[in-house]
């Protein structure tokens, strides 16, 4: 209870215990139902018929990330996985335990179908959309669980591209899924002690034993080491150096009784960001593995696994983005400061402008990339589609990666200091976005990746990239835009 002391003939106010905090917090309702250019978004491009069978998924989804997931993130804020790696008798066991809202994050996303429906194909091209509609929704209060799906449909689509039929049977049935007793997700072993984006100097081998191999190497920066199973490169013996010489294998964690399969866990990454996500550095000694397709060309042959995960890290990075432009525009909708709500100063508005046409263009820019994607893997795109598809995924990625980071800075400082303090939440959201640039390829490698999409086959992706924004500008009739729209079409 406060009690009133003088002091110099003005009354002052003591409190006992804790100063109270007056500022009250910012608050998220359905995330469907807020989201205009989502629900835009969705009318101009479903069918009548996908529209109707994405809605009752996409409305349960929005009012649990806006309620029971977002409250249920907040508390569960310092819980991190735990890595044991002996019990109590001296037995090896490296159990990797999650945190509560990644255990519920898991049984949900395989109820609400987030990989299965793109793999459903009830829609045809427009599954995807559908398919990323929902991630969209869920990411932001799941801290990160899209990492472990984006793995999981990069590798169900690769294991379908390089049409491997005894893997797919194996795998592909477990990782689209809807029963979450039966769902399995996929790790993506790439990074070694060499560095992550040069994966030709991989130093992991693989020796022959019989029909299949046994991988020996580290891997240093495993994400979500919880999976089932994980696509990984290694070299087999005899190949030579580079990306040509390695090959791509399919390994499951554990034997039939539970048991790694010649596999340790060595320790568990401790990360600016994703913290949620259980990054490890394993050992793999011995670990039992089958080829996926041949015994070269493995670094060719992740590329499918490429074009998925870095879809989904543009559109996870427009997630984050919608997610802190809601918070901090809710906030000035509650914050009075000099005499008058946030919300109704001028200066103040025209930043959150800003941040709603970084948050809307990288929305517009992601989704783009899912509708080519989506075509690819219907059969309905042109080869001027797949050439765009090419090009636009890298740029995609790089673009609302970098975004993602400045948006969430941006936003955290709209909300004062009580964006900088741990418990409110809001740094959160720029830790999680810093790893957005990195993975799936930093900017300079999506850059070079970029280059060598637009002079390959005679400058094919260049025609089609020019022809999508001749295509996407000729509809701009706003003069102000008038000098943007000239600079982008003389830049040829």
Not at 65 to 87: H, S
Not at 88 to 108: F, K
Not at 221 to 229: E, K, N, Y
């Amino acid at each position: 209870m406060p009690r009133i002391t003088k002091n110099q003939g003005r009354q002052r106010v003591v409190y006992d215990g804790r100063m109270p905090f007056f500022q009250e917090p910012p608050r998220l309702g359905n995330q469907l139902v807020a989201d205009a250019l989502l629900n835009e978004y969705l009318d101009r491009k479903l069918s009548a018929e996908a529209r109707r069978d994405a809605q009752e998924p996409l409305q349960e989804i929005g009012e649990l990330t806006g309620g029971a997931l977002y409250e249920l993130q907040l508390r569960d804020r310092e819980n991190v996985p735990k890595l044991t790696q002996w019990d109590a008798w001296g037995n090896r066991i490296d159990h990797i335990e999650v945190s509560p809202l990644w255990q519920l994050a898991a049984r949900d996303a395989a109820r609400l179908g987030i990989i299965a429906v793109a793999y459903e194909q009830r829609h045809g091209e427009q599954s995807r959309i559908d398919q990323f509609a929902r991630a969209f929704l869920w990411n932001p209060s799941t801290d990160v669980y899209a990492c472990p799906l984006a793995m999981t449909d990069g590798a169900a689509r690769t294991l379908l591209d390089l049409k491997n039929q005894a893997l797919i049977d194996r795998a592909v049935p477990r990782l689209t899924s809807r029963d979450p007793e039966q769902m399995w997700t996929s790790g993506q072993w790439m990074t070694e002690r060499t560095g992550g984006s040069d994966v030709g100097l991989s130093e992991t081998t693989a020796k022959r034993d019989g029909e299949q191999f046994l991988l020996y190497g580290t891997k240093w920066f495993t994400s979500a080491t919880t999976a089932q199973m994980a696509l990984t490169l290694a070299r087999p013996e005899g190949n030579g150096p580079g990306g040509r010489g390695l090959a791509l294998f399919y390994v499951e964690l554990r034997d039939e009784q539970g048991r790694y399969n010649g596999l340790s866990v060595n320790r568990l990454k401790d990360k600016l960001g994703t913290k949620k996500v259980p990054t490890a550095e394993l050992t793999l000694a011995g670990m039992r593995a089958v080829p996926v397709a041949g015994l070269s060309d493995g670094v060719r042959n992740i590329s499918s696994m490429l074009n998925v995960t870095r879809t989904w890290n543009a559109v996870m990075s427009a997630a984050g983005m919608r997610r802190a432009l809601a918070l901090a525009t809710d906030y000035a909708h509650r914050r009075t400061a000099f005499g008058a709500l946030l919300i109704d100063k001028p200066l103040h508005r025209d930043t959150l402008a800003g941040l709603v046409a970084e948050t809307e263009g990288a929305f517009l820019l992601a989704f783009r990339a899912v509708e080519l994607l989506g075509k690819r893997e219907a059969r309905t795109a042109s080869e001027s589609d797949l050439h765009l598809l090419r090009v636009l995924t890298p740029i995609a990625k790089l673009t609302t990666g970098k975004q993602a980071v400045a948006v969430a800075s941006e936003a955290m400082e709209s909300c004062g200091g009580a964006g900088y303090v741990e418990d409110t939440g809001l740094p959160l959201l720029l830790r999680d976005a810093q790893v957005l640039p990195i993975w799936e390829g930093t900017t300079n490698v999506l850059s070079l990746d970029t280059l060598r999409a637009l002079s390959a086959e005679q400058g094919a992706a260049l025609k089609a990239l020019e022809a999508e924004l001749a295509h996407q500008l000729k509809d701009v009739r706003a003069t102000e835009l008038r000098t943007c729209t000239e600079a982008v079409m003389t830049s040829w």
